[in-house]
């Protein structure tokens, strides 16, 4: 005697059935963008910021270029004496105001520390805002140093040093019309100075930006980009006090 025993249907469950699927667990919750996922176009901001200040630095770099072939063309270049009727050089030695100079360097290595030390706070606070978006869970909080706003300072006291040594350069008897590395002197650390007061404008929104509350990413992307052009006009200041000193 035999049984037959009916076949066993097994069917695989579809996800998406509306009776018994399986559905795969959905990250972030309710389809939307959690808090702490972070903004999902924040590389792309902050790659295209990065691209901005390339372009940027690359522009600074060829207009000091310039000047410095200018600078060294006119350092070698001879006249003729009418007098003598013999080639001379037109480069008269000056007397750079060394020690206020060699403060503002000072004053301008220690912002670019300060700033330094913004940018880690910064990213510290990215690190732990999303605990913030946590139920029951709140991160500490606890006054921080404004890094960016003694950064800041630290960079109009180094203008105002700056305008302290055009008028120590300028009590010796150098103008801008004289002859020689005379007006050099005042193109070359005035085109420093207008390309600093940039990155002094855009710490103050950043600082602003951070008293207004708004949103930790647009911050560190703020503080990121300054952060590299505040270190390249750091930089480049060194550059041309280094050409100013060898070239007197």
């Known amino acids: 005697m035999s049984l037959s025993v009916p076949p ?6 579809e996800s998406g059935d509306g009776g018994g699927g399986v559905h795969p667990p959905e990250i972030g919750g309710g ?5 702490g996922d972070g903004s999902p176009d924040y590389e792309k901001r902050l790659q295209r910021a990065r691209i901005g200040l390339i372009c940027g630095v690359i522009a600074v770099s060829m207009i000091f270029a310039m000047l410095t072939v200018v600078f060294f063309g006119r350092q070698t270049a001879f006249v003729l004496d009418a007098q ?12 750079l105001p060394v020690r206020i100079l060699l403060w503002n360097t000072l004053l301008l290595l220690c912002s670019s520390i300060t700033l330094e030390l913004a940018r880690r706070q910064v990213a510290q606070q990215m690190v732990l805002e999303p605990l913030r978006a946590i139920v029951g869970v709140d991160a500490e909080r606890r006054l921080h140093a404004p890094w960016l706003a003694f950064t800041a300072l630290l960079g109009i006291f180094f203008l105002f040093g700056q305008w ?3 008028l120590e350069f300028r009590s010796h008897g150098y103008r801008a019309s004289t002859s ?6 005042y193109v070359l650390t005035g085109t420093h100075a207008l ?5 002094i ?5 950043a600082a602003v930006v951070s008293l207004f509350h708004q949103t930790i990413e647009h911050k560190r992307i703020v ?14 200041w060194l550059y041309v006090f280094a050409l100013l000193w060898f070239a007197k």
Not at 8 to 13: E, K, S
Not at 180 to 185: A, L, Q, T
């Open 180 to 185: 020689g590395p005379s007006p050099f002197f």
């Open 195 to 199: 390309h600093l007061m940039v990155g």
């Open 84 to 95: 003598t009727h013999r080639y001379v050089r037109m480069w008269v030695p000056v007397v």
């Open 8 to 13: 066993l249907d097994v069917r695989t469950p």
């Open 164 to 166: 302290l040594a055009w």
């Open 223 to 236: 503080v990121e980009i300054t952060r590299w052009y505040w270190h390249f006009m750091s930089v480049l």
């Open 31 to 35: 389809g939307g963008r959690d808090p």
């Open 201 to 205: 404008l855009v710490l103050i929104y």
